[in-house]
């Protein structure tokens, strides 16, 4: 997914258009670029976000320009696989949403007929075909129109040419919107650049082309003039991009089943099998915030299931310790530039030990830095609260332990999604109610639960600015009982297995103190559910899947008890997205 | 143009079908019913779209975002009745507008024939019409509704897809909407009643595989996963991406399957057949007029016909299924009924299980060797 943004009209087109790429990030964020036409083609095209590097994209001149915020298919995010690309000799500067399938053979056929391409994106094929029959048509609208056939895929275009003050728009299976200004004229790939400047919108059909050009807006379908209405659009922006969820975080919980199964499927097994060759000594986890609680749970999975040891140290405080020798050092970080995971990874690498990164973002700086990396599928995240990206670290790690054992989990793995939305049907109102009153709340759990726990009170605290704590269960009685009343609630996590009968004495002792408990358990365990005041029941799964199901319990019990506080959600005062700082 | 289409309620009627999903988001021929009522408007130009979401509203809200054009969602927070959905709507209606029901099939056609028309309503023939609002036409215009007759005075009913103005909103005193047409009617406004083509309502979960039948006699054929060579295929045929077809495995159209399944070898799916994703079929089973959804799996041995099954079922080897009729009660009322099974989500049963004319409830474990002849099973039930 990517966004597209173009302008003519009288008023400067740069800043407009690094508005609207900056409204469109939601839909890709690794790289961005505008074309704008000043002097000739003026062009600027960066790799990370817009909304850090805008302003070298500010300075160019011209009424008429088009911009692009990637979310990388083909090539990586860098400088020269950003948008907009041009032809050989710099006339034409296309933008691109969609993926074109053909490319390869296209690009085979054009670099015979001796064009030189300088990115490895399937969009540059676009900018050399315009190119060739513009040379001998002169109309870029007509070139454009002779191309299309030639494309296969999806896309929504839209092409600039320094010879004629016009944008040619067109679509085919992915979405554009034509904005109709005040004698200024937009596209987009949505609504939402364009809704400051005007209501008044035309949806595109498939295979239309829109000659764009200075008040005035032609339309055609298969070479024939056509009318589009005019439609009305009232919607706010936010309500666009969060689809109709009160809070991206709410969105994001609700797309963790697919990111989780598209994740899953996605992991390299080369990958796996050349991270742990010849049976290394130990693994070494590097990350921060919840990256680090996926990486204890990992740490309980590989070395429970796999025998091999695992270390795991903050980020941050991994250059305290000596280094490990020629050992494996896994890196997790969901914007692939957390300041201290690329510092650790660093290090690591001047030790000579073999480096993975597990990352969400194509081509950020870890993958660069690492030797081998693992991408999740979760695609872009919006909430400052991890949610879907968690899941999916998560299932990157589960498959990692999964294949190293040779692949006795496949199944449980590939229907993990399923228990996932059986979780989602859940109805916790009456557990939400027990914690909106509380000063402190504390989570217990042990074995893979115990960072479950951990993570479960990084969000409630978050988003809810309640104080929450996680606690191994055992632990507690060596000090936090103390804080231990009626007024303080306890989530305690109590799975089947080999923690249940041990977790079931700590639950007795929690009551004992006066400690209302809200238990996370198998649905239809009598025990628990007797000697709790709350019990939630997830359905009867593996190990593996109950630490999923018991995790997205807590990310809706904290979602419910801050939204019942009224607090922020998707932007919890002081923190941000993506720490880039030490 | 502005669309408001009503995707809030439940549909009891369609129980136990509808405890993941209301009845709008049941897939029908792979795709879930309102998804073929946005079709119908987009076809028809209409783009600016308002849906009213209620009973498990992020399921329906997360589907709307996948779509391609932009949906405009709102909130119902309790499900009272249409006029009170349409009222929650207000605020983003500015002239005239279409509403239709989320959960019922409507053809792009009647909609162009409808959508210029200031008050309108689609009206159709139907055969049980004491389940709807049945209608009385005076010179084309509407003259009564009577809603849910025991005694219809006529065999034309109410399609619940209207062309309105925003003057409803005046005649709107309780929540149920049909009372505030026949107060608008009362009040001197005329209301045209226009045949629709092709209206499909399932009221009952049975109805489901009718509706089915219908949309897949549409169906363009495709090939995106992998089929054997010894497989044969006739007549219109979907098979999604990933599905593995193992060999000897007749599939007679039309039939849609999707992404990611595992069939056979040796199986037979007949005409009239929807099957989900992730689905497995295993060997020498048959199955034929039918809707499978997603993550079940049907076990070797087996008959599956005039059945619909719910997501992650797990029907052991030797099922067989096979059409019954018989009474069933839904929402206090004896309803005679023609069909197979109609099996929740998430059900296990054994192997050998026999079913004829039987519903059975979401989480329902049945052990083998048990045969159902037109049995109701409730919720979570285990049957021994």
Not at chain 1, 329 to 353: F, M, P
Not at chain 1, 422 to 431: F, G, H, N, R
Not at chain 2, 85 to 96: N, R, T, V, Y
Not at chain 2, 364 to 370: S, V
Request: glycine share 8%; net charge negative; hydrophobic share 40%.
């Amino acid at each position: 997914m990517c966004g597209i943004v173009g302008y003519v009209g009288r008023k400067e087109a740069a800043p407009i258009i690094v508005e609207g790429l900056k409204k469109l990030e939601y839909r890709g964020y690794d790289s961005f670029g505008v074309a704008t036409l000043g002097n000739g083609i003026e062009l600027v095209k960066h790799r990370g976000r817009i909304s850090d590097n805008a302003g070298s994209a500010m300075k160019l001149t011209g009424k008429t320009g088009i911009g692009h915020t990637r979310w990388a298919t083909h090539g990586a995010p860098n400088d020269i696989n950003a948008h907009p690309h041009l032809d050989c000799s710099g006339t034409i500067a296309v933008v691109h949403n969609g993926i074109i399938e053909n490319y390869a053979a296209l690009k085979r056929q054009l670099v015979s007929r001796g064009h030189t391409f300088r990115s490895e994106t399937d969009t540059e094929v676009i900018a050399h075909l315009v190119e060739e029959h513009y040379t001998r048509t002169k109309s870029l609208l007509v070139a454009v129109q002779d191309i299309l056939p030639l494309l296969e895929g999806s896309y929504a275009l839209l092409v600039i040419s320094k010879k004629e003050d016009c944008i040619i728009a067109a679509r085919n299976a992915s979405p554009l919107v034509i904005g109709i200004g005040d004698g200024e004229l937009f596209a987009a790939s949505d609504m939402t650049p364009i809704l400051e400047h005007t209501e008044r919108a035309i949806f595109l059909e498939e295979g239309d082309v829109a000659f764009i050009t200075r008040g005035k807006l032609e339309i055609f379908n298969q070479g024939q003039p056509v009318t589009r209405p005019v439609e009305l659009i009232d919607w706010s922006l936010e309500d666009v991009k969060k689809g109709g969820f009160a809070h991206y975080m709410l969105k994001e919980i609700y797309e963790q089943p697919q990111a989780f199964y598209n994740t899953v499927r996605a992991v390299n097994p080369d990958t796996v099998s050349s991270l742990i060759d010849c049976h290394p000594a130990s693994i070494t986890i590097v990350a921060c915030g919840s990256s680090y609680h996926a990486g204890m749970i990992f740490k309980y999975l590989l070395e429970g299931s796999c025998g091999i040891p695992a270390r795991l140290e903050f980020a941050s405080e991994f250059r305290y310790f000596p280094p490990p020798v020629e050992g494996r050092v896994i890196g997790i970080t969901q914007s692939g530039e957390t300041a201290d995971t690329l510092t650790a990874i660093r290090q690591a690498k001047t030790h000579n030990c073999k480096t993975l990164a597990i990352t969400n973002v194509l081509g950020s700086t870890i993958s660069r830095v690492a030797d081998m990396t693992i991408f999740m599928r979760a695609g872009p995240e919006m909430s400052v609260a991890a949610t879907k990206s968690f899941t999916a670290q998560l299932a990157v790690m589960m498959q990692i332990v999964n294949l190293i054992c040779d692949k006795k989990d496949d199944e449980s793995l590939l229907k993990a999604h399923q228990a996932i939305e059986e979780v989602l049907l859940m109805d916790i109102s009456d557990a939400v109610a027990l914690c909106i009153n509380a000063q402190s709340v504390f989570f217990v759990g042990r074995g893979p639960f115990y960072p479950v726990a951990l993570e479960g009170a990084l969000k409630m605290k978050e988003i809810s600015y309640i104080h929450a704590e996680g606690y191994a269960a055992g632990e507690l009685k060596h000090g936090p009982f103390a804080l231990l009343s009626t007024e303080t609630p306890v989530i305690a996590i109590c799975m089947p297995g080999e923690t249940y009968g041990v977790m079931i004495s700590n639950i007795k002792e929690m009551k004992a103190r006066g400690a209302p408990v809200i238990a996370i358990g198998c649905e239809n365990d009598s025990e628990v559910s007797e000697i709790v005041d709350h019990f939630i029941g997830i359905p009867p799964v593996s190990v593996f899947v109950q630490v999923l199901t018991s995790l997205v319990v807590l990310q809706l019990l904290a979602y419910h008890t801050a939204v019942a506080l009224n607090r922020d959600v998707d932007k919890p005062r002081n923190l941000a997205k993506s720490v880039t700082v030490e | 143009m502005q669309a408001v289409i009503l995707a809030a309620g439940e549909g009891k009627r369609v129980r136990p079908l509808t405890r993941s999903r209301p009845k709008a988001m049941i897939p029908v021929a792979n795709r879930p019913i309102i998804e073929y009522v946005i079709d119908a408007l987009v076809k028809n130009g209409i783009r600016d779209i308002i849906v009213v979401v209620g009973y498990r509203k992020e399921q329906v809200t997360r589907f709307l975002n996948q779509l391609e054009i932009p949906i405009d969602v709102v909130v119902q927070n309790k499900q009272l009745g249409t006029a009170h959905a349409l009222q929650c709507a207000e605020s983003k209606i500015h002239g005239d507008f279409l509403l239709l029901p989320g959960d019922n099939y409507i053809d792009p056609h009647s909609i162009a024939r409808i959508k210029d028309i200031p008050n309108a309503m689609l009206v159709k023939e139907h055969p049980n019409p004491s389940n709807f609002g049945v209608v009385l036409l005076n010179e084309g215009f509407v003259s009564h509704i009577v809603e849910k007759p025991e005694h219809a005075p006529s065999f034309m009913v109410s399609t619940g897809i209207y062309s309105l103005t925003h003057n409803v909103f005046q005649y709107i005193k309780g929540n149920d909407l049909t009372d505030a047409i026949s107060a608008m009617i009362e009040d001197g406004r005329q209301v045209l009643g226009i045949p629709a083509d092709d209206w499909q309502d399932a009221i009952f979960a049975w109805d489901l595989l009718k509706m089915n039948r219908r949309l897949l006699s549409t169906l363009t054929p495709a090939r995106e996963g992998m089929a054997s060579r010894q497989t044969i295929i006739q007549g219109a045929v979907r098979i999604g991406k990933g599905t593995t077809i193992g060999p000897n495995t007749v599939i007679t159209g039309p039939v849609v399957i999707g992404n990611d399944c595992t069939i056979g070898p040796n199986c037979c799916i007949q005409p009239n057949t929807s099957i989900g994703s992730r689905v497995a079929l295993e060997p020498f089973s048959f199955i034929g007029n039918s809707l499978i959804m997603d993550d079940s799996s049907v076990g070797s041995h087996s008959r599956v016909t005039d059945t619909v099954v719910g997501e992650r079922c797990n029907l052991a080897d030797h099922t067989s299924i096979t059409m019954g009729t018989g009474l069933m009660e839904i929402e206090d009322t004896a309803i005679l009924s023609e069909f197979g099974a109609i099996i929740g989500d998430s059900v296990q049963s054994g192997p050998f299980t026999r079913y004829r004319n039987s519903l059975v409830g979401n989480n329902t474990i049945i052990e083998g060797c048990r045969s159902l002849t037109t049995r109701c099973i409730p919720d979570d039930s285990m049957v021994i």
